[in-house]
Each structure stands twice: as C-alpha cells, then as structure tokens.
C-alpha cells in the first residue's frame, strides 16, 4: 500500500496569506494524485487531479505541484472560505488501492 | 453535472450486514464514462476507499475490507450498492458515494454525495 503523509497537521493562516501544503508518498505516483477541501459536515470537494490541473469551478488561487513522490498544493491568498480540512489521495496502483493522506486543516490565525 | 444521494439504515447492529444504496441522477450509469464508489470516513479521521464498480459489473475493492465487501449496480434504477458483512463498532463511519471519471488513469473522484452516518450499535 502507498502510504500518503501530509504536512503540517494544522496550518495557521490569516486571510490574504498565502498557504503552502505539502503530500508525500511513500513511493513514487508519477502525477497520479488528486487534492480535496472538505468543510466541517459537508463531502470532500475535488479541487485538483493530475497534480497539477484545477478541476471544474476552482478558483486560480488554488494551484498544485509536483510529481513522483513530493507534491504541494499552494493557496494563493486565502478567503474566509478557504479554512477547511485538505486531503491528497494517490490514484497510480494497478489494481487499485486508492490511499488518502490524513488531512492538513488550514486555520485562522 | 452528477448528482448523488446515498440511502440506508442509519444503525446496524454488530455482526450484521450493512447495506447502502447510492442514486445516481444528472446522467446514466449504463451510458459508461464513470465508474462508481464509496469510500468512509471514521468519525474525526481521514477517508478510506471501499471500492469501485463499473456498469458492466466489474468491480475493484480495497484489499483491506474485501473479504467483506460486495459493491453492485443496477443500472435499471440507476444505482448502485453497497453490503460489508459482519461489522463491527469499527465500521461506524460516514459513509460517501462518489464517482470516478473514465480517464487513462482512474482513480479521483470528481462528484461525491453528502454522504450519511452508519452507527454500528447493539
């Protein structure tokens, strides 16, 4: 199994900073990796697939990197409705054991 | 754009089976392009992926929970199901159905339904 590490656990940003997450795997996914916001009680939301393209609706201010086993996702300049709990999820097994990391939480500071 | 509605018992009791039932809407199973799953998410934890079904029938499941887990669909109703057997207190989660576009490599999920609490409770 592909495990997924992500750092920091929590992440104190005020608004308008910018904010800087990082997703490593445990051995390389080529650019097999997705990222997802999830707001308290709601679903995950799709932000970013293929490492590096923003999916349907997802403002610029929200970028990805990376390739292999290192990656990071960069939110520009952080709106109130940015604070929310980031996951990253490697997709690049064959059969597929599709493995999340454990989440940064993006905070007010 | 998909829309998905999971449905199902809210409390299973232990060693039973529990059953979810996700309704797709916004586009047809059988028309192919996605492939459907579900995925949960332990009560303050991160996610894990259960599995996934195409609408043929083809199915692919962690290997972790295989043992337990049966995922079906029925296009007819444009649905598709998910049966772990034998839970536990363990399998309490909040339980998500999501979709996976039909892509060179497969494997993000781009819609996901709201998603809906399991309790596994005598």
């Known amino acids: 199994e592909i495990v997924m590490t992500q750092s920091p656990a929590t992440l104190s940003v005020s608004p308008g900073e910018r904010a800087t997450l990082s997703c490593r795997a445990s051995q390389s996914v080529s650019s097999n990796l997705a990222w997802y916001q999830q707001k308290p009680g709601q679903a995950p939301r799709l932000l970013i697939y293929g490492a590096s393209t923003r999916a349907t609706g997802i403002p610029a201010r929200f970028s990805g990197s990376g390739s292999g086993t290192e990656f990071t996702l960069t939110i520009s300049s952080l709106q109130s409705e940015d604070f929310a709990v980031y996951y990253c999820q490697q997709y690049n097994n064959w059969p597929p054991r599709l493995t999340f990391g454990g989440g940064t939480k993006v905070e007010i500071k | 754009q998909v829309q998905l509605q999971e449905s199902g018992p809210g409390l299973v009791k232990p060693s039973q089976t529990l059953s979810l039932t996700c309704t797709v809407s916004?586009?047809?199973?059988?028309?192919?392009?996605?492939?459907w799953s579900w995925i949960r998410q332990h009560p303050g934890k991160g996610l894990e992926w259960i599995g996934y079904i195409y609408y043929s029938g083809s199915t692919y499941y962690n290997p972790s929970l295989k043992s337990r887990v049966t995922i079906s669909v029925d296009t007819s109703k444009n649905q598709f199901s998910l049966k772990l057997s034998s839970v536990t207190a363990a399998d309490t989660a909040v339980y998500y159905c999501?979709?996976?576009?039909?892509?060179?490599?497969?494997?993000?999920?781009?819609?996901w339904g709201q998603g809906t609490l399991v309790t596994v409770s005598s």
């Open positions: 999501a979709s996976l576009p039909e892509m060179a490599t497969i494997g993000y999920f781009d819609y």
């Open positions: 916004g586009g047809s199973i059988s028309s192919g392009g996605y492939y």
